[in-house]
């Protein structure tokens, strides 16, 4: 993958819970896919970094806030004896708008010299303000392929912690001259009953400039805002349907879940 520039997608989320009533929404929506690296040896272009803009990026929103989440995720991996992902990390997140942040769930692609992957960290925050890292790793890794790690973190007050989750992203191999590309990405949690809820992101990617930033930002105003007013009007909706409401447990003991140490 030999494209290197911050991009900028635009594009839906869409879930569906499939019991014990069924509840689905999709919505527009735009998101960062961002080449730390790279943006450590060249700056951040057309960016907006640890400032105030329509549309910016702050390293203090990842991992343990630090002012370089870079370095946080390089020392994540390390601690987890994951050596070889020594090519670039790309970063697919929700941006700040106007300040604000709402990020559920964050993904960082960490990649070996060879354009391979060795190693996927999902970020996920719940509406409580806690944070855990799932990571995903090992034989089979890779674009188009499913990969599975046990449930340990509470996300939503309608969902107990048991089952998995299934995990599949996709991604064009971006290597034209524009940078322009699709990505998605799939998570699917299944609950002893099987399948439960089923939850994806996606968007046609180009790189980040100021004409882009404006498209985005006009496309979908004040997007923290309503994705937060989302997430509270379906809960609104499950407590309607009679799904059991369940009450948050403690976090893990550890900040980071790894399937296969």
């Keep these: 993958m030999r494209m290197s520039v911050p991009l900028l997608g635009i594009g839906s989320v869409r879930h569906t819970r499939l019991r014990p009533a069924r509840n689905a929404f999709g919505y527009p929506t735009y998101f960062l896919l961002l080449p730390l690296r790279t943006m450590r040896r060249h700056g951040d272009g057309a960016l907006a970094r640890n400032r105030f803009a329509p549309i910016g990026f702050h390293d203090s929103d990842h991992g343990d806030g630090r002012a370089d989440c870079l370095g946080w995720v390089e020392s994540l991996l390390a601690s987890q004896g994951i050596t070889d992902a020594d090519g670039e990390i790309w970063l697919h997140c929700y941006p700040r708008v106007l300040g604000f942040t709402f990020k559920p769930v964050s993904f960082w692609y960490c990649h070996r010299d060879d354009g391979t992957l060795a190693a996927i960290v999902v970020e996920v925050n719940n509406t ?35 089952g998995r989750y299934r995990f599949r992203f996709m991604r064009t191999d971006l290597t034209n001259a524009l940078g322009t590309g699709r990505t998605v990405a ?49 809960a609104i909706k499950l407590w309607i349907k009679r799904v059991p409401f369940v009450p948050k447990p403690a976090p893990p003991d550890t900040f980071a879940t790894r399937p296969n140490p």
Excluded: N
């Design 128 to 162: 409580f303000g806690e944070r855990h890292c799932y990571i995903l790793d090992g034989q089979g890794l890779a674009f188009g392929a499913e990969m599975q790690t046990s449930k340990v973190f509470h996300v939503s007050p309608f969902c107990r912690i048991e």
């Design 186 to 234: 799939r998570i699917e949690h299944d609950d002893a009953d099987g399948p439960l809820i089923v939850t994806s992101i996606s968007g046609e990617l180009a790189p980040i400039t100021p004409r882009r930033i404006r498209q985005a930002f006009f496309c979908v105003p004040f997007m923290t805002f309503g994705l937060m007013a989302l997430i509270h009007w379906q």
